[in-house]
Protein backbone atom coordinates (compact mmCIF):
# COMPACT_ATOMS: atom_id res chain seq x y z
CA UNK A 1 0.00 0.00 0.00
CA UNK A 2 2.90 2.10 0.94
CA UNK A 3 4.56 1.88 -2.46
CA UNK A 4 1.48 2.04 -4.72
CA UNK A 5 1.44 5.64 -2.50
CA UNK A 6 4.71 6.47 -3.36
CA UNK A 7 4.24 5.57 -7.06
CA UNK A 8 0.77 7.67 -6.85
CA UNK A 9 2.29 10.46 -5.91
CA UNK A 10 5.78 10.10 -8.38
CA UNK A 11 3.27 9.88 -11.49
CA UNK A 12 1.29 13.24 -10.03
CA UNK A 13 4.27 14.76 -10.00
CA UNK A 14 5.74 13.64 -13.37
CA UNK A 15 1.83 15.23 -14.57
CA UNK A 16 2.42 18.43 -12.74
CA UNK A 17 6.04 19.00 -13.96
CA UNK A 18 4.57 17.74 -17.64
CA UNK A 19 1.46 20.09 -17.46
CA UNK A 20 4.27 23.25 -16.05
CA UNK A 21 6.28 22.53 -19.13
CA UNK A 22 3.71 22.29 -21.63
CA UNK A 23 2.28 26.01 -20.05
CA UNK A 24 5.53 27.28 -20.54
CA UNK A 25 5.83 26.24 -24.28
CA UNK A 26 2.41 27.80 -25.15
CA UNK A 27 3.53 30.68 -23.36
CA UNK A 28 6.76 30.58 -25.42
CA UNK A 29 4.39 30.09 -28.49
CA UNK A 30 2.11 32.81 -27.55
CA UNK A 31 4.86 34.87 -27.70
CA UNK A 32 6.30 34.24 -30.85
CA UNK A 33 2.80 34.22 -32.21
CA UNK A 34 2.15 38.09 -31.45
CA UNK A 35 5.53 39.13 -32.69
CA UNK A 36 6.97 39.51 -29.49
CA UNK A 37 10.74 38.26 -30.65
CA UNK A 38 12.75 38.95 -28.14
CA UNK A 39 11.05 37.82 -25.10
CA UNK A 40 10.03 34.59 -27.19
CA UNK A 41 13.48 33.91 -27.86
CA UNK A 42 14.83 34.17 -24.16
CA UNK A 43 11.43 31.41 -22.98
CA UNK A 44 12.69 28.87 -25.92
CA UNK A 45 15.97 29.20 -24.89
CA UNK A 46 15.15 28.53 -21.24
CA UNK A 47 13.15 25.53 -23.13
CA UNK A 48 15.71 24.05 -24.62
CA UNK A 49 17.89 24.66 -21.40
CA UNK A 50 15.55 22.15 -19.83
CA UNK A 51 15.86 19.53 -22.08
CA UNK A 52 13.96 20.19 -24.49
CA UNK A 53 14.08 19.73 -28.70
CA UNK A 54 10.93 19.87 -30.32
CA UNK A 55 10.95 20.60 -34.03
CA UNK A 56 8.50 23.85 -33.33
CA UNK A 57 11.06 25.01 -30.90
CA UNK A 58 14.10 25.18 -33.01
CA UNK A 59 12.14 26.16 -35.93
CA UNK A 60 10.45 29.71 -34.00
CA UNK A 61 14.03 30.13 -32.40
CA UNK A 62 15.68 30.15 -35.72
CA UNK A 63 12.95 32.80 -36.75
CA UNK A 64 13.00 34.45 -34.34
CA UNK A 65 16.53 35.35 -34.37
CA UNK A 66 16.44 35.73 -37.73
CA UNK A 67 13.76 38.30 -38.04
CA UNK A 68 15.63 40.13 -35.39
CA UNK A 69 18.94 39.86 -37.61
CA UNK A 70 20.90 37.48 -35.04
CA UNK A 71 22.51 35.70 -37.70
CA UNK A 72 24.96 33.81 -36.00
CA UNK A 73 22.39 32.50 -33.44
CA UNK A 74 20.05 31.53 -35.81
CA UNK A 75 21.96 29.24 -37.96
CA UNK A 76 23.01 27.48 -34.48
CA UNK A 77 19.44 26.73 -33.86
CA UNK A 78 18.71 26.01 -37.59
CA UNK A 79 21.80 23.82 -37.75
CA UNK A 80 19.94 21.65 -34.80
CA UNK A 81 16.63 21.70 -36.25
CA UNK A 82 18.61 19.58 -39.44
CA UNK A 83 20.43 17.24 -37.15
CA UNK A 84 16.95 16.31 -35.63
CA UNK A 85 16.80 13.86 -39.58
CA UNK A 86 13.00 15.37 -39.92
CA UNK A 87 12.54 14.45 -43.87
CA UNK A 88 9.95 16.77 -44.53
CA UNK A 89 10.89 20.04 -42.96
CA UNK A 90 9.55 23.37 -45.36
CA UNK A 91 12.53 23.80 -47.84
CA UNK A 92 12.09 27.71 -46.60
CA UNK A 93 14.16 26.56 -43.65
CA UNK A 94 17.13 24.97 -45.61
CA UNK A 95 16.95 29.00 -47.41
CA UNK A 96 16.98 30.81 -44.29
CA UNK A 97 19.67 28.55 -43.37
CA UNK A 98 22.03 28.78 -45.83
CA UNK A 99 21.58 32.84 -45.72
CA UNK A 100 22.83 32.48 -41.96
CA UNK A 101 25.88 30.96 -43.05
CA UNK A 102 26.42 33.19 -45.12
CA UNK A 103 26.47 35.64 -42.11
CA UNK A 104 29.44 33.53 -40.84
CA UNK A 105 31.24 33.47 -43.90
CA UNK A 106 30.95 29.70 -44.84
CA UNK A 107 30.10 30.22 -48.25
CA UNK A 108 30.74 26.79 -49.10
CA UNK A 109 28.36 25.28 -46.58
CA UNK A 110 25.80 27.68 -47.74
CA UNK A 111 25.75 26.79 -51.12
CA UNK A 112 25.57 22.85 -50.43
CA UNK A 113 22.57 24.08 -48.54
CA UNK A 114 21.29 26.44 -51.61
CA UNK A 115 21.42 23.11 -53.82
CA UNK A 116 19.22 21.16 -51.64
CA UNK A 117 16.74 24.37 -51.45
CA UNK A 118 17.26 24.63 -55.25
CA UNK A 119 16.30 21.30 -55.71
CA UNK A 120 13.14 20.93 -53.53
CA UNK A 121 11.49 24.07 -55.06
CA UNK A 122 13.33 23.96 -58.63
CA UNK A 123 10.52 27.08 -59.98
CA UNK A 124 11.42 29.51 -56.53
CA UNK A 125 13.11 32.62 -58.38
CA UNK A 126 15.91 32.15 -55.68
CA UNK A 127 16.96 28.74 -56.65
CA UNK A 128 16.67 29.72 -59.93
CA UNK A 129 18.43 32.80 -59.46
CA UNK A 130 21.17 30.64 -57.89
CA UNK A 131 21.43 28.34 -60.26
CA UNK A 132 22.01 30.75 -62.86
CA UNK A 133 24.39 32.32 -60.80
CA UNK A 134 27.25 29.51 -59.29
CA UNK A 135 29.83 32.26 -59.68
CA UNK A 136 27.68 34.97 -57.74
CA UNK A 137 30.52 35.48 -55.33
CA UNK A 138 33.14 36.13 -58.09
CA UNK A 139 30.65 38.28 -59.59
CA UNK A 140 30.36 40.29 -56.54
CA UNK A 141 34.00 40.31 -56.20
CA UNK A 142 34.24 42.31 -59.28
CA UNK A 143 31.78 45.09 -57.97
CA UNK A 144 33.31 45.55 -55.14
CA UNK A 145 36.50 48.18 -54.31
CA UNK A 146 34.25 51.26 -55.62
CA UNK A 147 33.15 52.85 -51.93
CA UNK A 148 34.97 54.49 -49.42
CA UNK A 149 32.95 54.52 -45.96
CA UNK A 150 32.51 56.17 -42.96
CA UNK A 151 30.76 55.90 -39.67
CA UNK A 152 28.77 59.08 -38.71
CA UNK A 153 29.33 60.66 -35.61
CA UNK A 154 25.07 60.95 -35.33
CA UNK A 155 24.95 57.51 -34.76
CA UNK A 156 23.70 55.95 -31.21
CA UNK A 157 24.03 53.28 -29.04
CA UNK A 158 20.97 51.97 -30.61
CA UNK A 159 19.66 51.53 -34.10
CA UNK A 160 19.67 54.55 -36.69
CA UNK A 161 18.98 53.76 -40.14
CA UNK A 162 16.87 55.13 -43.07
CA UNK A 163 18.45 58.45 -44.09
CA UNK A 164 17.13 60.53 -46.51
CA UNK A 165 18.43 63.86 -48.32
CA UNK A 166 16.65 66.94 -47.46
CA UNK A 167 18.43 69.62 -48.83
CA UNK A 168 21.87 69.69 -46.74
CA UNK A 169 20.22 67.84 -43.84
CA UNK A 170 19.43 64.78 -43.21
CA UNK A 171 16.93 63.02 -41.96
CA UNK A 172 16.77 59.31 -40.90
CA UNK A 173 14.96 57.30 -38.11
CA UNK A 174 16.19 56.23 -34.51
CA UNK A 175 15.23 54.06 -31.73
CA UNK A 176 17.44 56.48 -29.03
CA UNK A 177 13.99 57.30 -27.45
CA UNK A 178 14.01 55.09 -25.05
CA UNK A 179 11.12 54.67 -23.03
CA UNK A 180 10.91 54.51 -19.42
CA UNK A 181 7.53 52.52 -19.35
CA UNK A 182 6.33 49.39 -21.19
CA UNK A 183 4.59 51.36 -23.61
CA UNK A 184 7.31 52.71 -25.08
CA UNK A 185 8.60 49.64 -25.70
CA UNK A 186 8.64 47.71 -28.76
CA UNK A 187 7.95 43.31 -28.06
CA UNK A 188 9.23 42.69 -31.46
CA UNK A 189 12.82 43.39 -29.98
CA UNK A 190 12.68 45.34 -26.88
CA UNK A 191 13.38 48.10 -28.35
CA UNK A 192 12.08 51.97 -27.84
CA UNK A 193 9.84 52.72 -30.77
CA UNK A 194 11.03 54.70 -33.74
CA UNK A 195 10.82 58.25 -33.97
CA UNK A 196 12.24 60.94 -36.76
CA UNK A 197 15.49 63.00 -36.05
CA UNK A 198 16.56 65.70 -38.90
CA UNK A 199 20.63 66.16 -38.96
CA UNK A 200 21.61 69.85 -39.88
CA UNK A 201 24.43 69.32 -42.23
CA UNK A 202 26.68 72.24 -43.84
CA UNK A 203 28.11 73.07 -47.52
CA UNK A 204 31.22 70.26 -46.35
CA UNK A 205 28.56 67.55 -45.48
CA UNK A 206 29.24 68.15 -42.01
CA UNK A 207 26.55 67.43 -39.44
CA UNK A 208 26.17 70.13 -36.80
CA UNK A 209 23.15 70.03 -34.92
CA UNK A 210 20.75 67.10 -34.26
CA UNK A 211 16.84 67.55 -33.82
CA UNK A 212 14.12 65.30 -32.79
CA UNK A 213 11.17 65.80 -35.80
CA UNK A 214 7.42 67.64 -35.07
CA UNK A 215 5.61 65.99 -32.52
CA UNK A 216 2.96 65.57 -34.97
CA UNK A 217 5.54 63.43 -36.64
CA UNK A 218 6.59 61.20 -33.46
CA UNK A 219 3.74 59.88 -32.09
CA UNK A 220 3.71 56.20 -29.90
CA UNK A 221 4.43 54.12 -32.44
CA UNK A 222 7.15 53.27 -35.16
CA UNK A 223 8.28 56.45 -37.71
CA UNK A 224 10.56 55.79 -40.47
CA UNK A 225 12.21 56.06 -44.04
CA UNK A 226 10.60 59.51 -45.19
CA UNK A 227 10.67 60.84 -48.73
CA UNK A 228 10.50 64.60 -49.55
CA UNK A 229 9.36 66.77 -52.30
CA UNK A 230 12.06 68.73 -54.66
CA UNK A 231 10.47 71.92 -53.04
CA UNK A 232 10.42 70.28 -49.11
CA UNK A 233 6.67 70.71 -48.86
CA UNK A 234 5.97 67.31 -49.08
CA UNK A 235 6.89 64.26 -46.61
CA UNK A 236 5.41 61.24 -47.12
CA UNK A 237 6.57 58.46 -44.36
CA UNK A 238 6.33 55.63 -42.66
CA UNK A 239 4.24 54.29 -39.85
CA UNK A 240 2.57 51.73 -37.57
CA UNK A 241 -1.10 51.16 -37.85
CA UNK A 242 -2.19 53.42 -34.99
CA UNK A 243 -4.96 54.74 -33.03
CA UNK A 244 -5.32 57.94 -32.42
CA UNK A 245 -1.64 58.19 -32.68
CA UNK A 246 -1.02 54.99 -30.47
CA UNK A 247 0.15 51.90 -31.57
CA UNK A 248 -2.33 49.65 -32.32
CA UNK A 249 -2.75 45.73 -33.74
CA UNK A 250 -4.82 44.37 -36.19
CA UNK A 251 -6.64 40.31 -35.40
CA UNK A 252 -3.75 38.96 -35.73
CA UNK A 253 -1.62 40.53 -33.29
CA UNK A 254 0.31 42.60 -35.91
CA UNK A 255 0.32 46.09 -36.15
CA UNK A 256 0.50 46.40 -39.90
CA UNK A 257 3.24 49.99 -41.64
CA UNK A 258 1.36 52.47 -43.69
CA UNK A 259 2.70 55.58 -45.51
CA UNK A 260 1.41 58.34 -44.66
CA UNK A 261 1.42 62.37 -46.50
CA UNK A 262 2.29 65.54 -44.98
CA UNK A 263 2.62 68.49 -45.97
CA UNK A 264 4.65 71.86 -44.64
CA UNK A 265 2.47 74.55 -43.74
CA UNK A 266 4.41 78.03 -42.12
CA UNK A 267 6.79 76.06 -40.78
CA UNK A 268 5.76 73.10 -39.51
CA UNK A 269 3.89 69.84 -40.54
CA UNK A 270 0.25 69.19 -40.81
CA UNK A 271 -1.97 67.57 -42.89
CA UNK A 272 -1.32 64.24 -41.89
CA UNK A 273 -2.95 61.85 -44.11
CA UNK A 274 -2.61 57.97 -45.37
CA UNK A 275 -2.59 56.97 -48.44
CA UNK A 276 -5.41 55.65 -50.35
CA UNK A 277 -3.71 51.90 -50.99
CA UNK A 278 -2.70 50.74 -47.31
CA UNK A 279 -4.25 48.49 -45.97
CA UNK A 280 -5.30 47.10 -42.63
CA UNK A 281 -4.33 43.56 -43.31
CA UNK A 282 -0.88 44.03 -45.43
CA UNK A 283 1.67 46.70 -44.81
CA UNK A 284 3.00 49.56 -47.06
CA UNK A 285 6.26 50.63 -45.98
CA UNK A 286 9.42 52.59 -47.26
CA UNK A 287 8.31 54.99 -49.87
CA UNK A 288 10.75 56.68 -52.36
CA UNK A 289 9.78 59.20 -55.15
CA UNK A 290 11.48 59.29 -58.55
CA UNK A 291 13.23 62.64 -60.24
CA UNK A 292 10.07 63.90 -61.32
CA UNK A 293 8.02 63.21 -58.61
CA UNK A 294 5.29 61.16 -60.56
CA UNK A 295 5.91 58.08 -59.29
CA UNK A 296 6.23 56.60 -55.62
CA UNK A 297 8.11 53.28 -55.06
CA UNK A 298 7.93 50.99 -52.11
CA UNK A 299 7.63 48.35 -50.55
CA UNK A 300 5.14 45.73 -49.77
CA UNK A 301 2.89 42.36 -48.59
CA UNK A 302 -0.03 43.13 -50.05
CA UNK A 303 -2.17 40.97 -52.45
CA UNK A 304 -0.09 40.57 -55.35
CA UNK A 305 3.32 39.97 -53.53
CA UNK A 306 5.56 37.18 -54.30
CA UNK A 307 7.56 36.98 -51.30
CA UNK A 308 7.49 38.25 -47.73
CA UNK A 309 7.52 41.92 -49.00
CA UNK A 310 8.05 43.29 -52.58
CA UNK A 311 8.77 46.70 -54.31
CA UNK A 312 6.25 48.52 -56.11
CA UNK A 313 5.46 51.65 -58.05
CA UNK A 314 2.33 53.79 -58.07
CA UNK A 315 1.29 56.26 -60.38
CA UNK A 316 1.25 60.08 -58.69
CA UNK A 317 -1.52 61.92 -60.43
CA UNK A 318 -1.56 65.92 -61.25
CA UNK A 319 -4.74 66.29 -58.81
CA UNK A 320 -2.41 64.45 -56.06
CA UNK A 321 -4.71 61.25 -56.19
CA UNK A 322 -2.64 57.97 -56.89
CA UNK A 323 -3.18 55.22 -59.78
CA UNK A 324 -2.91 51.55 -59.25
CA UNK A 325 0.23 50.16 -57.50
CA UNK A 326 2.09 47.42 -59.99
CA UNK A 327 4.17 44.95 -58.78
CA UNK A 328 8.19 45.26 -60.51
CA UNK A 329 7.75 41.86 -61.83
CA UNK A 330 9.81 38.87 -60.78
CA UNK A 331 13.12 40.12 -62.09
CA UNK A 332 13.35 42.60 -59.04
CA UNK A 333 11.52 40.37 -56.63
CA UNK A 334 11.50 37.15 -55.49
CA UNK A 335 9.66 34.93 -52.68
CA UNK A 336 12.23 36.48 -49.89
CA UNK A 337 12.34 40.19 -48.44
CA UNK A 338 12.86 42.77 -51.22
CA UNK A 339 12.77 46.35 -49.32
CA UNK A 340 13.68 50.11 -48.70
CA UNK A 341 13.89 51.24 -52.51
CA UNK A 342 15.65 54.38 -53.49
CA UNK A 343 15.14 55.59 -56.89
CA UNK A 344 17.81 58.39 -58.58
CA UNK A 345 17.45 60.88 -61.14
CA UNK A 346 18.48 58.40 -63.69
CA UNK A 347 16.12 56.00 -62.86
CA UNK A 348 18.76 53.72 -61.09
CA UNK A 349 16.58 51.21 -58.45
CA UNK A 350 19.03 50.45 -55.15
CA UNK A 351 17.10 47.96 -52.92
CA UNK A 352 17.59 45.88 -50.21
CA UNK A 353 17.44 42.04 -50.67
CA UNK A 354 18.08 39.02 -49.48
CA UNK A 355 16.51 37.16 -52.09
CA UNK A 356 18.88 37.95 -54.84
CA UNK A 357 22.62 36.15 -54.42
CA UNK A 358 24.52 38.01 -51.71
CA UNK A 359 26.90 38.12 -48.91
CA UNK A 360 24.54 37.31 -46.09
CA UNK A 361 21.45 39.29 -44.34
CA UNK A 362 20.07 41.86 -46.27
CA UNK A 363 22.25 43.09 -49.64
CA UNK A 364 21.99 46.13 -51.44
CA UNK A 365 21.19 45.94 -55.11
CA UNK A 366 21.18 47.86 -58.06
CA UNK A 367 19.23 47.75 -61.63
CA UNK A 368 18.68 50.78 -64.35
CA UNK A 369 14.77 50.75 -64.65
CA UNK A 370 15.22 52.15 -68.18
CA UNK A 371 16.32 48.81 -69.31
CA UNK A 372 13.62 46.16 -70.06
CA UNK A 373 16.35 43.05 -69.11
CA UNK A 374 15.71 43.66 -64.80
CA UNK A 375 19.11 42.97 -65.03
CA UNK A 376 19.70 42.75 -60.52
CA UNK A 377 23.25 43.67 -59.73
CA UNK A 378 25.06 42.96 -56.40
CA UNK A 379 27.08 46.70 -55.17
CA UNK A 380 29.79 44.83 -53.42
CA UNK A 381 32.17 45.35 -50.93
CA UNK A 382 32.38 47.64 -48.78
CA UNK A 383 29.04 48.42 -48.78
CA UNK A 384 27.65 44.90 -48.58
CA UNK A 385 29.31 42.49 -46.03
CA UNK A 386 27.92 39.49 -43.94
CA UNK A 387 25.22 41.46 -42.10
CA UNK A 388 22.13 43.45 -42.94
CA UNK A 389 22.86 46.17 -45.33
CA UNK A 390 19.94 48.84 -46.16
CA UNK A 391 18.37 52.15 -46.76
CA UNK A 392 20.95 53.31 -49.75
CA UNK A 393 20.59 56.95 -50.84
CA UNK A 394 23.04 58.40 -53.00
CA UNK A 395 23.74 61.67 -54.66
CA UNK A 396 24.49 61.00 -58.31
CA UNK A 397 25.72 64.40 -58.85
CA UNK A 398 28.67 64.39 -55.68
CA UNK A 399 28.64 60.38 -55.73
CA UNK A 400 27.72 60.48 -52.07
CA UNK A 401 25.53 59.23 -50.17
CA UNK A 402 24.64 57.25 -47.03
CA UNK A 403 23.36 53.68 -45.92
CA UNK A 404 22.58 51.49 -42.69
CA UNK A 405 24.03 48.77 -41.55
CA UNK A 406 24.05 46.34 -38.33
CA UNK A 407 27.59 45.01 -39.02
CA UNK A 408 29.99 44.74 -36.30
CA UNK A 409 32.35 47.79 -35.80
CA UNK A 410 29.70 50.06 -35.48
CA UNK A 411 28.29 52.01 -32.46
CA UNK A 412 25.19 50.78 -31.81
CA UNK A 413 22.43 47.87 -33.50
CA UNK A 414 21.85 49.85 -36.64
CA UNK A 415 24.35 52.46 -37.33
CA UNK A 416 24.23 55.16 -40.85
CA UNK A 417 27.55 55.01 -42.55
CA UNK A 418 28.26 57.61 -45.39
CA UNK A 419 30.18 56.83 -48.68
CA UNK A 420 31.67 57.94 -51.84
CA UNK A 421 31.21 56.30 -54.58
CA UNK A 422 34.65 56.46 -56.29
CA UNK A 423 33.94 54.17 -59.74
CA UNK A 424 30.27 54.13 -61.02
CA UNK A 425 28.30 50.78 -61.43
CA UNK A 426 28.73 48.84 -64.58
CA UNK A 427 25.04 48.53 -65.80
CA UNK A 428 26.12 47.63 -69.37
CA UNK A 429 25.28 43.74 -69.64
CA UNK A 430 27.31 41.28 -70.88
CA UNK A 431 28.10 37.43 -70.50
CA UNK A 432 31.47 35.83 -70.60
CA UNK A 433 32.66 33.75 -73.46
CA UNK A 434 35.49 30.91 -72.93
CA UNK A 435 36.93 28.36 -74.67
CA UNK A 436 39.37 26.53 -77.09
CA UNK A 437 39.88 25.95 -80.16
CA UNK A 438 41.60 22.20 -81.22
CA UNK A 439 42.73 20.82 -84.56
CA UNK A 440 40.22 18.28 -85.27
CA UNK A 441 42.30 15.39 -86.12
CA UNK A 442 45.58 15.48 -83.44
CA UNK A 443 43.74 17.57 -80.56
CA UNK A 444 46.25 20.38 -80.28
CA UNK A 445 45.09 23.63 -79.38
CA UNK A 446 45.61 26.57 -82.05
CA UNK A 447 46.84 29.58 -81.24
CA UNK A 448 45.90 32.73 -83.35
CA UNK A 449 42.77 31.71 -84.39
CA UNK A 450 39.88 34.18 -84.97
CA UNK A 451 36.86 34.21 -83.00
CA UNK A 452 33.35 35.94 -83.76
CA UNK A 453 30.31 35.36 -81.97
CA UNK A 454 26.74 35.90 -83.61
CA UNK A 455 23.45 35.96 -82.53
CA UNK A 456 20.28 34.04 -84.11
CA UNK A 457 20.05 37.39 -86.94
CA UNK A 458 23.49 36.78 -87.92
CA UNK A 459 24.85 40.04 -86.34
CA UNK A 460 28.08 40.15 -84.72
CA UNK A 461 28.17 40.20 -81.03
CA UNK A 462 31.65 39.57 -80.02
CA UNK A 463 35.15 38.93 -81.40
CA UNK A 464 38.42 37.48 -79.86
CA UNK A 465 41.56 35.83 -80.98
CA UNK A 466 43.36 32.43 -79.18
CA UNK A 467 46.32 33.10 -77.22
CA UNK A 468 49.62 30.67 -77.43
CA UNK A 469 47.48 28.34 -75.31
CA UNK A 470 44.40 27.93 -77.81
CA UNK A 471 42.19 29.75 -75.12
CA UNK A 472 40.00 32.75 -75.76
CA UNK A 473 37.90 35.01 -73.96
CA UNK A 474 34.90 37.23 -75.40
CA UNK A 475 32.02 39.46 -73.67
CA UNK A 476 28.89 38.28 -75.04
CA UNK A 477 25.17 39.96 -75.07
CA UNK A 478 23.11 39.32 -72.45
CA UNK A 479 19.72 38.72 -74.30
CA UNK A 480 18.17 35.38 -73.69
CA UNK A 481 19.08 32.90 -77.18
CA UNK A 482 21.02 31.16 -78.87
CA UNK A 483 24.67 32.34 -80.09
CA UNK A 484 27.08 30.91 -82.53
CA UNK A 485 30.73 30.94 -82.05
CA UNK A 486 32.88 30.73 -85.57
CA UNK A 487 36.81 30.12 -85.38
CA UNK A 488 39.03 30.69 -88.29
CA UNK A 489 42.69 30.10 -89.09
CA UNK A 490 45.05 29.43 -92.28
CA UNK A 491 45.04 26.57 -93.80
CA UNK A 492 42.02 25.50 -92.11
CA UNK A 493 38.06 25.26 -92.58
CA UNK A 494 35.78 27.26 -90.24
CA UNK A 495 34.06 25.22 -87.15
CA UNK A 496 31.34 26.75 -84.87
CA UNK A 497 29.76 25.99 -81.71
CA UNK A 498 26.24 26.76 -80.61
CA UNK A 499 25.73 27.64 -77.24
CA UNK A 500 22.46 29.29 -74.91
CA UNK A 501 22.49 32.32 -72.37
CA UNK A 502 19.41 32.56 -70.05
CA UNK A 503 19.30 35.02 -67.30
CA UNK A 504 23.11 36.72 -68.35
CA UNK A 505 25.14 33.52 -67.31
CA UNK A 506 28.62 32.97 -68.89
CA UNK A 507 28.92 30.43 -71.39
CA UNK A 508 32.31 28.80 -70.50
CA UNK A 509 33.73 25.52 -71.46
CA UNK A 510 33.42 25.95 -75.42
CA UNK A 511 35.41 23.81 -77.61
CA UNK A 512 35.37 24.20 -81.05
CA UNK A 513 37.21 21.78 -83.48
CA UNK A 514 39.06 22.41 -87.02
CA UNK A 515 40.03 20.40 -89.71
CA UNK A 516 42.58 20.99 -91.90
CA UNK A 517 41.78 23.23 -95.44
CA UNK A 518 42.51 19.83 -97.88
CA UNK A 519 45.08 21.77 -99.91
CA UNK A 520 46.67 17.95 -101.49
CA UNK A 521 47.79 18.16 -105.02
CA UNK A 522 45.61 17.07 -107.51
CA UNK A 523 46.29 13.19 -109.13
CA UNK A 524 49.08 13.42 -111.58
CA UNK A 525 51.10 16.56 -110.18
CA UNK A 526 54.91 16.49 -109.64
CA UNK A 527 55.35 16.96 -106.07
CA UNK A 528 58.82 18.60 -106.82
CA UNK A 529 57.70 20.67 -108.79
CA UNK A 530 54.42 21.67 -106.22
CA UNK A 531 56.79 22.19 -103.43
CA UNK A 532 58.51 24.32 -105.50
CA UNK A 533 62.09 22.15 -104.21
CA UNK A 534 64.91 21.37 -105.69
CA UNK A 535 65.27 18.19 -107.87
CA UNK A 536 66.24 14.51 -106.61
CA UNK A 537 69.35 14.25 -108.48
CA UNK A 538 71.46 11.24 -108.83
CA UNK A 539 75.47 11.16 -109.52
CA UNK A 540 76.76 9.18 -112.52
CA UNK A 541 76.06 5.80 -112.65
CA UNK A 542 74.99 5.88 -109.08
CA UNK A 543 71.60 5.61 -106.88
CA UNK A 544 72.24 6.32 -103.46
CA UNK A 545 70.60 9.17 -102.30
CA UNK A 546 73.09 11.98 -102.27
CA UNK A 547 72.97 14.84 -98.93
CA UNK A 548 71.43 17.77 -101.31
CA UNK A 549 68.50 15.59 -101.98
CA UNK A 550 67.84 14.73 -98.50
CA UNK A 551 66.57 18.62 -97.96
CA UNK A 552 64.13 18.33 -100.97
CA UNK A 553 63.37 14.42 -99.80
CA UNK A 554 62.31 15.83 -96.32
CA UNK A 555 59.71 18.53 -97.61
CA UNK A 556 58.10 15.67 -99.42
CA UNK A 557 58.51 13.73 -96.82
CA UNK A 558 56.42 15.99 -94.43
CA UNK A 559 53.89 16.68 -96.84
CA UNK A 560 52.69 13.28 -97.02
CA UNK A 561 52.55 12.92 -92.98
CA UNK A 562 50.40 16.61 -93.37
CA UNK A 563 48.24 14.68 -95.84
CA UNK A 564 48.07 11.06 -94.62
CA UNK A 565 45.88 10.10 -97.29
CA UNK A 566 47.84 11.12 -100.64
CA UNK A 567 49.92 7.85 -102.43
CA UNK A 568 52.83 8.51 -105.11
CA UNK A 569 55.01 6.72 -107.43
CA UNK A 570 58.79 7.70 -107.23
CA UNK A 571 59.51 7.81 -110.71
CA UNK A 572 63.05 7.59 -111.87
CA UNK A 573 65.11 8.10 -114.72
CA UNK A 574 68.80 8.12 -115.97
CA UNK A 575 70.53 10.00 -119.12
CA UNK A 576 71.52 8.79 -121.86
CA UNK A 577 74.67 7.09 -121.87
CA UNK A 578 75.39 3.74 -120.98
CA UNK A 579 72.66 0.78 -123.46
CA UNK A 580 69.17 1.33 -122.49
CA UNK A 581 68.39 -2.12 -120.36
CA UNK A 582 71.12 -1.27 -118.45
CA UNK A 583 69.47 2.37 -118.12
CA UNK A 584 66.40 1.02 -116.97
CA UNK A 585 67.79 -1.50 -114.07
CA UNK A 586 69.43 1.86 -112.81
CA UNK A 587 66.93 3.60 -113.16
CA UNK A 588 64.69 1.09 -110.99
CA UNK A 589 66.82 1.15 -108.65
CA UNK A 590 67.22 4.58 -107.91
CA UNK A 591 63.37 4.55 -107.81
CA UNK A 592 63.60 2.29 -104.76
CA UNK A 593 66.18 3.86 -103.19
CA UNK A 594 63.96 6.70 -103.20
CA UNK A 595 60.57 4.84 -101.70
CA UNK A 596 62.85 3.15 -99.40
CA UNK A 597 64.04 6.72 -98.51
CA UNK A 598 60.76 7.45 -97.62
CA UNK A 599 59.41 4.42 -95.83
CA UNK A 600 62.25 4.34 -93.56
CA UNK A 601 61.05 8.08 -92.24
CA UNK A 602 57.94 6.10 -91.46
CA UNK A 603 55.40 6.31 -94.64
CA UNK A 604 53.49 3.31 -94.89
CA UNK A 605 54.97 1.40 -98.32
CA UNK A 606 50.99 1.07 -99.28
CA UNK A 607 51.31 4.59 -99.78
CA UNK A 608 54.34 4.66 -102.21
CA UNK A 609 55.09 2.59 -105.58
CA UNK A 610 57.91 3.28 -107.86
CA UNK A 611 59.44 2.70 -111.03
CA UNK A 612 62.41 3.12 -113.39
CA UNK A 613 62.02 4.64 -116.61
CA UNK A 614 65.80 4.72 -118.23
CA UNK A 615 66.40 6.91 -120.70
CA UNK A 616 62.73 7.03 -122.18
CA UNK A 617 61.86 10.62 -120.39
CA UNK A 618 64.47 12.75 -120.88
CA UNK A 619 64.33 16.83 -120.05
CA UNK A 620 66.16 17.94 -123.14
CA UNK A 621 67.68 16.39 -125.93
CA UNK A 622 70.60 14.87 -124.93
CA UNK A 623 69.33 11.49 -126.45
CA UNK A 624 71.72 9.12 -127.48
CA UNK A 625 75.10 10.14 -129.42
CA UNK A 626 74.13 14.07 -129.13
CA UNK A 627 76.83 16.27 -128.03
CA UNK A 628 75.61 17.67 -124.08
CA UNK A 629 77.97 18.95 -121.03
CA UNK A 630 77.51 17.23 -117.97
CA UNK A 631 75.10 19.80 -116.10
CA UNK A 632 72.73 19.13 -119.27
CA UNK A 633 73.20 15.21 -118.65
CA UNK A 634 72.82 15.66 -114.73
CA UNK A 635 69.13 16.83 -115.66
CA UNK A 636 67.84 13.78 -116.65
CA UNK A 637 69.26 11.79 -113.87
CA UNK A 638 66.23 12.21 -111.62
CA UNK A 639 63.60 11.08 -109.38
CA UNK A 640 59.99 12.88 -109.37
CA UNK A 641 57.24 12.38 -106.94
CA UNK A 642 53.62 11.70 -108.76
CA UNK A 643 50.34 11.62 -106.56
CA UNK A 644 48.67 8.85 -108.07
CA UNK A 645 45.76 8.96 -105.48
Known sequence: MKKARYIFCGLALMAMVARAQEKKIRKADTKFTNYSYASAIRSYEGLVADGHTEEEIFKNLGNANYYNANYDEASNWYAQLFQLGITDIDPEYMYRYAQTLKSLKKYDASDVWMNKFRRARSNDQRALAFGNNEDYLERIEANSGRYELKNLGLNSKVSDFAPTFYGNDLVFSTARDRGLISKNIHRWNDGAFLNLYRATGDDQGNFTALDKLDRKLNKKTHESSTAFTKDGKTMYFTRNNSNNGKFSRDGEGVSRLKIYRATLVDGEWGNIVELPF?????????????????????????????????????????????????????????????????????????????????????????????????????????????????????????????????????????????????????????????????????????????????????????????????????????????????????????????????????????????????????????????????????????????????????????????????????????????????????????????????????????????????ETQLTNDCSNGAPCTKAQHQMNRRSEFIVVE
Open 278 to 614: NGDSYSVAHPTLNKDETKLYFASDMPGTAGESDIFSVEINEDGTFGTPQNLGPQINTEARETFPFVTGSDILYFSSDGHPGLGGLDIFATDLKNDSGRVINVGRPVNGEEDDFSYIVDEGTKKGYFASNREGGQGNDDIYGFVEREALDFSCHTNITGVVKDEETGALLADAIIKVYDTKKDLVASSQTDANGTFAAKGDCTDGKYRVVASKTDYDEGDKIFTTVNAKDATGIEVVLARTDKSAPVGTDLAKYLNIEPIYFDFDKYFIREDARISLDKVLAYLNEYPNVKIQVGSHTDSRANDNYNLRLSANRAKSTADYLIAQGIPESRISFEGFG
